[in-house]
């Protein structure tokens, strides 16, 4: 003990220390050796337990209110401990006695925090089964080592995999983005409340733009009604739609085909939409020109057949064998179905054949068009006349499969030629009788005129007649005349007006151009001397004139049909017979019955003129 004081620097004898550690000094230094020692004990143990805080932060939240209300403990104990050591040589006891009270309430509630955990800690494994447990820990780590090398192994694999689906996808993406750049298609993804997730657009432009915004926010209420609302239905149905509308993107507007369908997640889940959009605005407006087409194909169709029908032409078609390929309408008495297929040997009779396949095989040979008239003799003996023109008929190539070919009905003009000519032959033989007649007609009218004037009248008069008798021919193609025609003309003056004279009744009989002009001549002379001295003369007389048919037999001359004509007069002046036969009398009975082979018997009746005429059947024709 000394030797501590004497450490200290304390003497025996020193009065400074005698009055720092009152009279007991060695106690005294005892207790401010054990109280400095304690102090830093407490110290240690504070920055131990801090170091392990440190290095275990996983304790703080079990036991954080012990490790803090513990450090707190061992704090105001080490305070108070040297507050021990400094009242051994100052005697501040009142400051001992309140670090002491402080580090009682700690302890305390130390001693609160600590005690709920004493069972926990009575549980804590003892060392060795912590070293049992630290070698099982080992073992299954080296147990965990082997399943870590084979998920590396296995996560290497998947990684490559997974590389590979990446490429696989990346080709995929590509050749869907090329199709759809090609084919013009617009593909886009929206959730549920239709809201862009994904936009493509072939035209390069970008669709970011439209990513996250919905179609209220993109396009405008007349584009987007009809769309939402297929939408809607989807989503709401899970069945793909597919329906027109005006516009999807915001760049154009056009007419799109959208085919629209649900998005399933992986729970089965409809999760949004997955549309695609194609441009049919060409389409359509390509559809609406061939109908427009198709329209204007039907009425000129329609023209073409009806051209055709009304001018007598047949349109045909036949390959190099020269079998029919197609025809416009029936030929030859036979259907179009019946033509077509068959080759011309089938369908034209043997004698037409060389004129229609000199044609055809002429334009086949030379590539150029051919024309002619070919003739096709009928199952009733008449012959047709046809207009044909060949030309070749090149394919898609240039090269000659067959002919096509127009034919005109030639016939009637044919048979119009004919007749022209006929009458053209008759014209000029009539012209001389004619001529003949007039000739005639003007001596007899001369030898029995007695002046100029009653010349002139006379023959005037004969030539007006014969003229309606011309004019009468000329209107019927100088094919005839009709008896009924020809004796209301020439009696016109008498017919017109109420006080009618003159009766004209008989069936109806066509005479031929010679009876006509010979009957006409005889009806002016006898309605002249009526006129004169006969029952026209006076405003009571009448003539009646009729006719009837008559059958072969022993009253017409060779035995032959004929038609019998009467003329009677009535009501007139009393009839003589003349003396002499004038130039009228010699009309009637010898000129009418020399041209015409005719009967004539003229009679003066006192009660009237009566002639009867038999024309024979060899001057009628038959009613047209």
């Known amino acids: 003990m000394n030797g501590i004081v004497e450490w200290l620097g304390l003497a025996s004898g020193d009065q400074s220390v005698a009055a720092c550690f009152g009279t007991r000094p060695a106690l005294a230094l005892l207790q401010f050796t054990s109280e400095a020692f304690v102090s830093l004990s407490f110290f240690g143990i504070l920055l131990g337990l801090l170091w392990i805080v440190r290095r275990r932060p996983d304790l703080g939240d079990a036991y954080k209110p012990l490790i803090v209300t513990g450090a707190v403990f061992l ?20 400051l001992l006695g309140l670090s002491n009270a402080a580090v009682a309430v700690v302890a305390s509630a130390t001693v609160v925090l600590l005690w709920p955990l004493l069972p926990e800690l009575a549980r804590a494994p003892s060392a060795a089964q912590l070293a049992e447990a630290n070698e099982s820990l080992r073992r299954e780590v080296a147990g965990h080592e082997v399943t870590l090398r084979e998920l590396e192994t296995v996560q290497r694999e998947l ?18 983005e090329t199709a759809l750049r090609g084919a013009y298609v617009h ?7 239709l809201r862009y997730t994904w936009v493509y657009d072939p035209s390069g432009r970008d669709g970011a733009g439209m990513l996250g915004h919905t179609d209220e926010e993109i396009f405008s209420p007349a584009d987007r009604e009809a769309a939402i609302e297929v939408k809607r239905r989807v989503l709401e149905t899970g069945t793909p739609e597919t329906c027109e509308v005006a516009a999807v993107t915001p760049h154009e507007h056009a007419l799109y085909a959208l085919h629209v369908e649900p998005a399933h997640g992986l729970d089965g889940t409809i999760e949004g939409l997955t549309s695609a959009a194609i441009d049919v605005s060409r389409l359509r407006s390509l559809e609406s020109e061939q109908r427009r087409l198709a329209d204007e194909l039907r009425t000129a169709l329609q023209r073409y057949e009806i051209a055709l029908r009304g001018s007598h032409m047949t349109l045909f078609t036949q390959d190099r064998e020269l079998r ?7 030929l030859f008495g036979r259907e179009v179905a019946d ?22 095989r002429a334009a086949l040979a030379t590539g150029k068009a051919q024309g002619g008239e070919v003739s096709v003799s009928e199952g009733d003996g008449k012959t047709r006349w046809y207009e044909l023109h060949v030309e070749p008929l090149p394919d898609a190539a240039g090269s000659i499969v067959g002919v096509t070919c127009a034919l005109f009905d030639i016939t009637e003009r044919k048979t119009g030629e004919s007749h022209l000519r006929l009458l053209m032959r008759e014209l000029t033989h009539r012209s001389k009788n004619l001529l003949a007649v007039i000739q005639a007609m003007a001596r007899q009218t001369a030898r029995h005129s007695g002046s100029i004037e009653g010349f002139l009248d006379a023959f005037g008069a004969r030539l ?27 009696l016109a003056k008498y017919l017109d007006g109420a006080a009618s004279r003159v009766t004209v009744e008989g069936p109806p009989v ?25 029952a026209l003369s006076v405003p009571k007389g009448r003539v009646d004139i009729h006719w009837r048919l008559r059958a072969a037999g022993s009253e017409t001359p060779d035995g032959e049909d004929a038609v019998e004509i009467e003329w009677i007069e009535k009501n007139g002046p009393d009839v003589v017979t003349p003396a002499s036969r004038g130039f009228g009398s010699l009309v009637v009975e010898k000129n009418l019955a020399r041209s015409l082979d005719a009967e004539v018997d003229l009679t003066f009746d006192p009660a009237g003129v009566r002639c009867r005429m038999v024309i024979p059947a060899s001057h009628l024709l038959a009613a047209r």
Do not use: C
């Not at 704090?75 to 401990?81: D, E, G, K, R």
């Not at 593909?187 to 409340?193: A, I, L, T, V």
């Not at 029919?324 to 029936?330: G, H, M």
């Not at 066509?510 to 006969?534: D, W």
């Open 464 to 490: 007006q007649a014969l003229a309606t008798s011309h004019d009468l021919l000329v209107q019927e193609g100088w094919y005839g005349a009709s008896l009924q025609d020809l004796t209301r003309r020439q």
């Open 339 to 360: 033509i077509v297929g068959r080759a011309d040997t089938e369908i034209l009779p043997a004698e037409s054949l060389p004129q229609f396949g000199a044609l055809a």
């Open 187 to 193: 593909g886009f993804s929206q959730d549920r409340d």
């Open 159 to 176: 990684e490559s995999r997974v590389e590979a689906r990446t490429r696989e996808l990346s080709l995929v993406t590509a050749r869907l």
């Open 75 to 94: 704090l105001f104990s080490a305070i108070a401990h040297a507050m021990g050591a400094v009242t051994a040589v100052v005697p501040w006891l009142g």
């Open 510 to 534: 066509h005479l031929k151009p010679a009876a006509a002009q010979s009957f006409g001549l005889a009806l002016h002379e006898l309605a002249v001397n009526a006129e004169k001295f006969g």
């Open 324 to 330: 029919f390929t197609s025809i416009s309408n029936p």
